[in-house]
């Protein structure tokens, strides 16, 4: 399982794009990488997947360069109802490894 | 289309207790696991099942154990419950690497 860094935590208001960046040097191959959303008192929701260059699906995007060493998932115009904390993940299979995440606060 | 269905939401044992947390999912999804979340930190994977009557450990498997007799239900059960198992229980099935959570059970041990 790839080992993944990510920020701890990033603040933005209504409106803006967030990009958060996380690092996997160590991504295998046959990894692909992907990004989980998580509120209070919920489970983790599955927000985007990809292996290489840039996926986009109706709630953010996925930046992904050659080398596969990081990635960086954009949301657009952000509300405060994207306050979550979200995860980076690389991997290949069911066994899922999460870290803390990224704590995102929307404010208004 | 109900998806990943645990319960109880909340649990309160005394230590030494046992309970058993269920988890159902109406997918046909052959991979199932159970995680563990504590306060102000991510997942860690306590047993997985790559289907019907194949389970193995995870990360964390102490005082755990599980059983997939079904595809559709993976339980978990706590042998003798400990303060230090006082967590939130999350359970998924899994699709194409991608998964899908249950609401979660809060379970405290006094």
């Known amino acids: 399982l790839a080992k993944t860094t990510q920020p701890i935590s990033m603040d933005s208001y209504e409106g803006q794009e967030v990009n958060i960046t996380c690092s996997h040097n160590?991504?295998?191959?046959?990894?692909?990488i992907t990004w989980y959303q998580q509120f209070p008192s919920q489970g983790p929701r599955f927000i985007i997947q990809g292996y290489k260059t840039k996926v986009t699906n109706e709630v953010a995007s996925l930046f992904i360069p050659a080398d596969r060493k990081s990635s960086t998932l954009s949301l657009p115009r952000v509300s405060l109802s994207d306050t979550a904390v979200y995860y980076c993940l690389g991997g290949g299979d069911y066994k899922l490894s999460f870290g803390a995440g990224t704590t995102v606060t929307v404010r208004a | 289309n109900a998806g990943v269905t645990q319960t109880p939401k909340f649990q309160v044992l005394k230590t030494g207790q046992s309970m058993t947390l269920q988890c159902a999912q109406d997918m046909n999804h052959e991979y199932m696991s159970w995680y563990r979340q504590d306060p102000g930190m991510g997942l860690r994977l306590i047993h997985y099942?790559?289907?019907?009557?194949?389970?193995d450990q995870g990360e964390v498997p102490n005082g755990y154990n599980v059983s997939r007799s079904t595809t559709e239900d993976f339980p978990l059960r706590l042998l003798s419950a400990a303060p230090s198992q006082t967590s939130v229980y999350f359970c998924?099935?899994?699709?194409?690497?991608?998964?899908?959570f249950g609401q979660g059970t809060r379970l405290t041990v006094v």
């Open positions: 160590n991504i295998a191959t046959n990894d692909y």
């Open positions: 998924a099935s899994t699709m194409n690497t991608e998964a899908f």
């Open positions: 099942s790559v289907g019907a009557g194949i389970t």
